[in-house]
């Protein structure tokens, strides 16, 4: 029912080597956020992730194949970024949910005080 998705936060280039194809000018790194929506909500989460994509060679970088100075580069890039707040928004679903919810509740408790009888 629910899924979650990441947006781009953000996009940068890259001066690095690549460490495929050595390339000086093709690296890019992007970060992202997640995203989670269902029925009831629209959530935006505190996670983020990176990933790190040559357009010379067309290959995806994995972290494991990060030279010292790309991680540097990563990490600084990484202490500079500024994910969007948590945040969730109902759905008119769920707003319907919680009044029906809330109109039940109280019909019980005015019956059970004997206030209400039918």
Not at 2 to 15: G, I, Q, R
Not at 53 to 69: A, G, L, M, Q
């Amino acid at each position: 029912m629910s899924t979650s998705k990441f947006f781009t936060l953000k996009e940068v280039s890259l001066n690095n080597n690549c460490p495929e194809c050595y390339s000086k000018d093709g690296l890019k790194l992007t970060f992202k956020q997640k995203f989670i929506e269902n029925i009831f909500y629209k959530s935006i989460t505190s996670e983020t992730i990176n990933e790190m994509h040559c357009e010379t060679c067309d290959t995806d970088i994995f972290p494991v194949r990060w030279t010292d100075e790309i991680e540097q580069v990563v990490n600084y890039k990484k202490r500079a970024l500024h994910p969007k707040p948590k945040s969730i928004k109902l759905k008119p679903l769920a707003w319907v949910f919680i009044i029906v919810d809330a109109f039940l509740l109280i019909t019980v408790i005015l019956f059970v005080t004997g206030i209400v009888s039918f």
